[in-house]
């Protein structure tokens, strides 16, 4: 039987890939939308039409918190296209989203799934934060959490922060500390095996599938801004993140580690990671993963139809 699990996305380019792999490899019991990448209302049409073009309209949509607990934050156009989707123009979904909120929404299907629902947390952590905050007994229910967030040194929002830490680094914290079974892929792990370059590109394109069109289109300008910024291709973390919780085969290395989150001054949204400390670990953190596993996987399910 399928593990299940909740998306929680600021749903733009790779998170609807990463969409895509969790309706084909988990039980998605529904996606939750927060406050990160794009406009808050792009974000939530993008998971609505995501989830119509693959064929899982039936999975719901929860909105979320349409801001970080404290602070502003900039969006990233300039990553993911105006809309989010690349700048591609997609029709109006005729799927709605839930009546029921995303806070309310995780609490409830961890109460009717304990011990078995697991959160891919591939976005600011503002919707778990406050979930756990309603709720504590979450942290007993839920089975596991996986996290795409922080950086050790490379930051891809400040010189030390990952945007999904500099967004809402205060539940990042409330997240880190609350005691959940946490796995962290940070970024510079998925810039180092989430990367897929040009001959990849090549490939999808040659696929000519509705879904390697769904994945050139959504991606487009991913790539450019990641090869801009010094990458050999499109830059793939939430969707490696999906990928390493489905096979735990492709975690090469992984160590435990007491990790903090920075909340203050320049160095705000920082992960802060203890190398030496012994006993007070809450988090484990993918250091090294099988990037060709993880392509091989998303050739097949682009192939899929």
């Known amino acids: 039987m399928a593990r299940k699990v909740i998306v929680d996305s600021d749903t733009a380019s790779d998170d609807t890939i990463a969409i895509l792999l969790a309706s084909r490899l988990f039980d998605l019991l529904g996606v939750t939308i927060v406050a990160g990448n794009v406009k808050y209302d792009h974000q939530v049409r993008n998971a609505l039409f995501t989830l119509e073009y693959i064929g899982k309209e039936d999975v719901p949509v929860y909105l979320g918190q349409d801001r970080p607990i404290l602070n502003k934050w900039r969006t990233v156009e300039e990553v993911h296209g105006e809309n989010g989707m690349g700048g591609w123009k997609i029709p109006e979904p005729k799927k709605r989203?839930?009546?029921?909120?995303?806070?309310?929404?995780?609490?409830?299907?961890?109460?009717?799934?304990?011990?078995?629902?697991?959160?891919?947390?591939?976005?600011?952590?503002?919707?778990?934060?406050?979930a756990?905050?309603?709720?504590?007994?979450?942290?007993?229910?839920?089975?596991?959490?996986?996290?795409m967030g922080g950086a050790f040194t490379r930051g891809n929002t400040t010189p030390i922060a990952?945007?999904?830490f500099w967004v809402d680094p205060e539940a990042a914290k409330i997240v880190l500390d609350a005691g959940f079974d946490i796995t962290i892929v940070p970024w510079e792990t998925t810039e180092e095996y989430g990367t897929l370059d040009t001959s990849h590109w090549s490939r999808i394109k040659s696929m000519n599938t509705k879904l390697s069109e769904f994945f050139v289109n959504v991606n487009k300008t991913l790539l450019e801004f990641s090869m801009k910024q010094g990458n050999k291709g499109s830059v793939h973390p939430d969707s490696l993140t999906t990928y390493l919780a489905y096979d735990s085969s492709a975690i090469l290395e992984e160590r435990k580690f007491k990790v903090d989150v920075e909340l203050c001054s320049i160095s705000r949204g920082a992960m802060l990671v203890d190398w030496y400390t012994k006993g007070r670990e809450n988090a484990s953190v993918v250091l090294k993963a099988d990037s060709k596993k993880f392509y091989n996987e998303l050739i097949s399910i682009l192939s899929s139809f």
């Open 162 to 164: 990952e945007f999904n």
């Open 132 to 147: 756990y905050l309603r709720e504590p007994s979450i942290v007993k229910w839920i089975k596991k959490v996986w996290i």
């Open 97 to 130: 989203p839930e009546k029921e909120k995303a806070v309310d929404a995780i609490v409830r299907l961890s109460r009717e799934n304990q011990g078995e629902l697991e959160m891919l947390a591939i976005s600011p952590l503002t919707n778990l934060a406050l």
